[in-house]
């Protein structure tokens, strides 16, 4: 149980462009996504707290214009990457809880973004 | 601001020995502490979570202490395995909210045989 999917696993895209990436939780409801990045050999990143049917919640020194995030079902959020720069190639990694009475989060596998 | 200290360095330790990693913390006072798994190029796995109140949690071959004085907890892993090589990374929440966690940079680990 309690398993998360994303989609892509990688993608490379050129500068300038847009890139999606999708967060499903497959076998339960989640009204809460959050959405991290990583960089080689460092901690993970909190971006941003997705709720669904509301606006996400964005950390200090994320830019919201640019990191959209849309939570429209209780088993789907997206982030979309806009006029993605090499500097935001990373590895984007979602994760899911079970309800606010849960602490531990579900992971799903990551998304691989290379900007070129 | 809150900061989460892992070991940098890598863990070698042989197969059968008992594995200790350590996570320290300052600035923060967690109503969670919990570890997560990481193998390379995936996402973390949770493995066990205690409360600010609990000093220790075992789960099968896994133990972790959570020292609140000292702002400190330990993650055992007895018996160990070569599959158990892995990163290990350390997250803190407070309770209530949207159960945000903060995350320790992790701590690798290799099980020799």
């Known amino acids: 149980g309690a398993v998360v999917s994303q989609h892509p696993s990688w993608v490379i895209c050129k500068s300038g462009t847009s890139v999606k990436i999708e967060c499903r939780s497959l076998?339960?409801?989640?009204?809460?996504m959050f959405w991290y990045r990583q960089f080689p050999k460092q901690s993970l990143m909190l971006m941003a707290t997705s709720n669904e049917g509301s606006k996400a919640t964005y950390e200090q020194g994320v830019e919201k214009d640019k990191f959209l995030i849309n939570h429209a079902s209780l088993t789907l959020s997206t982030l979309t990457v806009t006029s993605a720069h090499p500097e935001d190639s990373s590895f984007y990694i979602c994760?899911?809880?079970?309800?606010?009475?849960?602490?531990?989060?579900?992971f799903g596998p990551g998304t691989r973004l290379t900007v070129t | 601001s809150q900061k989460i200290e892992q070991n940098s360095e890598a863990l070698n330790i042989q197969e059968g020995k008992t594995a200790t990693l350590t996570c320290n913390y300052t600035n923060y006072s967690p109503a969670y502490l919990q570890w997560y798994r990481q193998d390379p190029g995936r996402g973390p796995v949770f493995l066990l979570l205690i409360r600010e109140n609990e000093k220790e949690k075992r789960k099968e071959r896994l133990k972790v202490t959570f020292d609140t004085t000292l702002k400190q907890s330990l993650f055992h892993i007895t018996a160990s395995q070569p599959a158990d090589s892995a990163t290990y990374l350390c997250a803190l929440s407070k309770a209530g909210g949207y159960n945000k966690l903060i995350f320790g940079a992790g701590t690798r680990l290799a099980v020799h045989p």
């Open positions: 994760s899911a809880s079970l309800g606010q009475e849960t602490y531990e989060q579900y």
């Open positions: 076998d339960f409801q989640a009204t809460t």
